[in-house]
Nanobody
Framework: QVQLVESGGGSVQAGGSLRLSCAAS????????MGWFRRAPGKEREGVAT??????AYADSVKGRFTISQDNAKNTVYLQMNSLKPEDTAMYYC??????????????WGQGTQVTVSS
């Protein structure tokens, strides 16, 4: 059974940083695509960052500020978020087994972790 568990969310002031973690069980990250997504109140879920076999891609809104990485030994994927803005406020989810930054293509999802950025 695949399980993805996110952690690391919280409240931070604009300009601050957070690092999200997603620990996987029943699923090998090293050979599969992983992604981070977010859903802000009243908005659709959007792709934030993805990684696959060392290749990474980011939404334009987070390029240069967010970094996705993974530790294969820990079977964990991370999202380092710097220079946070109020518009980054959302529930953040990690997901596995999809394509690019397309939420509908991902098969497995975590429960989410809330990120709140105040101005």
């Amino acid at each position: 059974q695949v399980q993805l568990v996110e952690s690391g969310g919280g409240s931070v002031q604009a300009g601050g940083s957070l690092r999200l973690s997603c620990a996987a069980s029943g699923y090998t990250l090293s050979s599969n695509r992983m992604g981070w997504f977010r859903r802000a109140p009243g908005k659709e879920r959007e792709g934030v960052a993805t990684t696959y076999l060392g290749y990474t891609a980011y939404a334009d809104s987070v390029k240069g500020r967010f970094t996705i990485s993974q530790d294969n030994a820990k079977n964990t994927v991370y999202l380092q978020m710097n220079s946070l803005k109020p518009e980054d406020t959302a529930m953040y989810y990690c997901a596995a087994g999809g394509r690019s930054l397309l939420p509908a293509s991902y098969k497995y999802w975590g429960q989410g972790t809330q990120v709140t950025v105040s101005s």
